[in-house]
């Protein structure tokens, strides 16, 4: 897959995002997937696994018996927020390459892309991503959330990611 991402700060603080059309319908996809997994409790897939709170959210203290407590006490909202933001980005989706997202919806995008990285990634393999770097839904996530997160700091990313092609520069 190629793709491209451009995340431009503007001056009042908004964000003007640029996908590419593959980006786009990967990271749109993972959203959809996201608020399907938020709703249903189960992550996408053939083995339709349990989405569970200990896998969305890190541990809030270094003990275990403090973190259920917290668990139990806030994943309620905390899955009605990310859900929320997710259905806001859904609900927004332009029907061209450019996104201008305010401040709350820079917030909407940081979170999901960073949750939503969930579904794909597996914790308990001894290689967590399987393979995906430099390709997969994780991935790009993990891109978006990135290029967002720079721009909100005030710094421009604009970057071609062509896999094969930076292979080959490497390689001259």
């Known amino acids: 897959m190629e793709g491209y991402i451009e995340a431009i700060s503007l001056d009042d603080g908004a964000i003007r995002l640029t996908l590419s059309p593959d980006v786009a319908g990967t990271v749109r996809t993972s959203v959809g997937q996201f608020i399907e997994a938020l709703e249903t409790g189960r992550r996408p897939g053939v083995l339709r696994r349990r989405l569970s709170n200990w896998r969305l959210f890190a541990h809030a203290y270094p003990r ?77 996530l993990a891109q978006v959330q990135q290029y967002v997160a720079t721009a909100a700091c005030g710094h421009d990313w604009q970057r071609l990611l062509e896999y094969d092609d930076q292979q080959d520069s490497q390689g001259d």
């Open 64 to 140: 275990p018996k403090p973190s259920r407590q917290f668990r139990q006490r806030h994943n309620g909202w905390m899955r009605e927020s990310l859900h929320a933001s997710a259905c806001r980005i859904r609900d927004a989706w332009p029907d061209e390459p450019t996104f201008v997202l305010d401040r709350a919806a820079i917030a909407d995008w940081f979170a999901v892309c960073g949750q939503a990285q969930t579904l794909y990634i597996h914790r308990r393999s001894p290689n967590p991503l399987q393979g995906s770097f430099g390709h997969g839904k994780a991935f790009w």
